[in-house]
């Protein structure tokens, strides 16, 4: 599991909604929404006053129930674009250097 699936299983198990563990970190219910997609991480401050609410060991908030720590996927942003299509003509004006 990722850090963000253990927060949002252990939040929903509580019955608190991302609106309350907010209150209780006093962040924004978008922070708890970024992190339990695994969008952001929490800053420490915030991950060691998660272990105290949920009860629970630092590394069994990040490591989850198993004990083994799930990498997320990489973002979907698609690469820039290239400059230069492959198979792409060179410009007209290019003249290529040639021994004399």
């Known amino acids: 599991m990722t850090l963000g699936q253990n927060i949002c299983r252990l939040r929903t198990e509580r019955g608190l909604s991302q609106g ?3 209150d209780a970190l006093d962040v924004s219910r978008q922070s708890i929404s970024k992190w339990e997609t695994d969008a952001s991480i929490p ?3 915030k991950l060691l006053r998660l272990s105290e ?3 629970i060991t630092l590394d069994e908030l990040v490591k989850g129930p198993g004990g083994s720590v799930e990498t997320p996927p990489p973002p979907r942003n698609p ?3 290239r400059r230069t299509p492959p198979g792409s003509r060179k410009p007209s004006s290019f003249k290529p250097w040639t021994a004399r």
């Open 20 to 22: 309350d563990l907010a």
């Open 43 to 45: 800053e420490l401050e």
């Open 53 to 55: 609410l949920f009860h």
């Open 79 to 81: 690469p820039p674009p």
